[in-house]
């Protein structure tokens, strides 16, 4: 690193840095990625699915020569109990229509990064970036490592707590009901163990949400993704409601992978991978403020991420808003100008996107699910103990299916839960 200026600086080797540093090196701008790991992917820890749409938009045909693991196509949702589980699968043919995909982060990013490579990036890892070379206002560089180093523009792509973009004042610190902790493991399993225990076949997956027991009443739900030869089971634990429960989140990994309905599915894997890392949660709400004076933002250190329940976005989000942050900095340099005001057409650009378009959508959820304790404590059980009471058949005086809804659901109340329901479907 020395005195030379590039015309554009990315901190972070993730999904949305790397998208960005591919499409500028491709127009032909002098790019350099500033990754903090021993390589791209090194620090990205992530359930594992890539809705695919977005990286289409870059590398048309990208899953022929990238690391995927498999193609999710089969869903499946489930409430758990200590000892039950009510789950839906669904599994489809329409699900082909905008494939998604399990993938290892560690073994993606470095193929995106030989990608930003080829087209002229250059990309350097383990190298932590300190501060930035401000002057008058507008970033000009950064300090890593004791040595300045110059561009036209900066974007900030450094991860969820983005401390640059904090020391700019662009995002304010993180509060704990903004974030959640997420663990993952990754255990090793034979390809046709997974096949036949998840009853899918050749490069086909599943992916697996999970709320219930294993929180112990705690906001935050579990999920899985089946790989190639290997499952990623992990929890996602809202940090402000940890304390709620004795259950610590590495003891609700354990009682995921303890549960009846899951120790199956896993049986004889061999451990390989421990992790752990903040998730945004905030939604629509946390989204910093996204453009400078020479700096942009972009995937999680914007907090571009959902969690709707039913499936957790980020991913394509990141790529997206990379691939817009990179049109948004070709634009500014064909002007030579690269104040503030220039680009604030990156946020006009978001607007327009889906990213914005569905945050805004699903703006209410993360306060609604987080609202009430009922949702992870108690509305599991009385769904086990009305379906238990449609199954078991013991010979005893027949009872309505109402009467067993009604007598089901009497810990909490048939109009709370249906109050509780309209909010949900009210935010959804």
């Not at 900066?154 to 640059?164: E, I, K, T």
């Amino acid at each position: 690193m020395g005195e030379e200026k590039y015309d554009v600086i990315i901190v972070g080797g993730g999904l949305a840095g790397l998208t960005a540093a591919y499409v500028l090196a491709s127009a032909g701008l002098e790019v350099i990625i500033i990754e903090r790991g021993g390589y791209c992917g090194a620090k990205n820890m992530t359930g594992g699915r890539l809705y695919g749409h977005s990286m289409e938009k870059v590398i048309p045909g990208f899953a022929k020569d990238a690391p995927i693991e498999r193609v999710i196509t089969k869903e499946r949702l489930a409430l758990l109990t200590a000892d039950g589980a009510l789950t839906i699968d669904y599994a489809s043919d329409k699900l082909n229509a905008a494939p998604s995909y399990s993938v290892i982060r560690a073994r993606f990013d470095q193929w995106l990064a030989e990608k930003a490579e080829a087209a002229g990036a250059m990309v350097v890892t383990g190298i932590y970036v300190d501060d930035l070379v401000v002057n008058e206002g507008k970033v000009c560089g950064i300090v890593a490592d004791g040595e300045e180093m110059y561009s036209d523009l900066v974007l900030l792509a450094d991860g969820v707590n983005s401390l640059l973009g904090q020391k700019l004042g662009l995002k304010p610190e993180l509060t704990s009901s903004q974030v959640a902790v997420g663990v993952k493991e990754v255990i090793a399993l034979d390809e046709k163990v997974i096949n036949e225990r998840f009853g899918v076949d050749g490069d086909k997956g599943i992916a697996m949400m999970t709320l219930g027991h294993i929180t112990g009443g705690s906001v935050g739900g579990g999920f899985l993704y089946t790989n190639k030869d290997s499952v990623s089971i992990g929890v996602v634990a809202t940090v402000s409601d940890i304390g709620y429960s004795e259950v610590s989140v590495p003891d609700m990994v354990d009682r995921f992978k303890e549960h009846p309905a899951i120790k199956p599915l896993l049986a004889g894997g061999t451990p390989v991978e421990y992790s752990a890392h903040l998730v945004p949660e905030g939604g629509y709400d946390m989204i910093p403020d996204l453009y400078g004076d020479g700096v942009l933002l972009a995937g999680d250190a914007a907090g571009f991420v959902i969690n709707l329940g039913y499936t957790v976005r980020g991913m394509d989000f990141a790529v997206e808003s990379g691939r817009l942050a990179a049109e948004t900095i070709l634009k500014a340099k064909g002007t030579g100008d690269f104040s503030a005001e220039t680009l604030s057409s990156y946020k006009g650009a978001l607007e327009n996107s889906f990213i914005f378009k569905e945050m805004m959508k699903y703006r209410n959820l993360p306060a609604i699910m987080e609202s009430s304790h009922s949702l992870y404590e108690d509305y599991p059980p009385i769904l086990d103990d009305f379906m238990s009471s449609l199954y078991v058949v013991d010979g005893s005086n027949p009872t309505g299916i109402i009467n067993k809804l009604t007598k089901a659901v009497k810990p909490v109340g048939l109009v709370n839960l249906a109050n509780y329901g309209v909010k949900m479907m009210g935010a959804m």
